[in-house]
Nanobody, 125 residues
């Protein structure tokens, strides 16, 4: 059973940066595609970014493209979400999700089998 633990959330001012980490255990990291979703209060989870099991393919949601990057560190079994030029509308709970089906390109939460507990990101104006 894959377990995911997010860290790195916090509070930052508009224009600032944060790096979120997603540490995976209990599975074969090299087989996992990993994504980040976020959820605003009262809304459904929104796709943010994803990286394939090899790291060669990446995908970003329209609202974060050009501001966020995603990367993975195989020796550390960790995926990072580097968030820059943050805006108040980026405020949300951010979740890490993983899929081991070797299918890349999913942007809906139902396509991912494993989830972390979430980490809060707050951007103040």
């Amino acid at each position: 059973q894959v377990q995911l633990v997010e860290s790195g959330g916090g509070s930052v001012q508009t224009g600032g940066s944060l790096r979120l980490s997603c540490a995976a255990s209990g599975g074969t990291f090299s087989s996992l595609s990993v994504a980040w979703f976020r959820q605003h209060p009262g809304k459904e989870r929104e796709f943010v970014a994803a990286i394939s099991w090899s790291g060669r393919n990446q995908n970003f949601g329209a609202s974060v493209k050009g501001r966020f990057t995603i990367s993975r560190d195989a020796p550390k079994n960790t995926v990072y979400l580097q968030m820059s030029s943050l805006r108040p509308e980026d405020t949300a709970v951010y979740y890490c999700a993983a899929d081991d089906s070797r299918h890349f390109g999913g942007t809906t939460s139902s396509e991912f089998d494993y989830w972390g507990q979430g980490t809060q990101v707050t951007v103040s104006s």
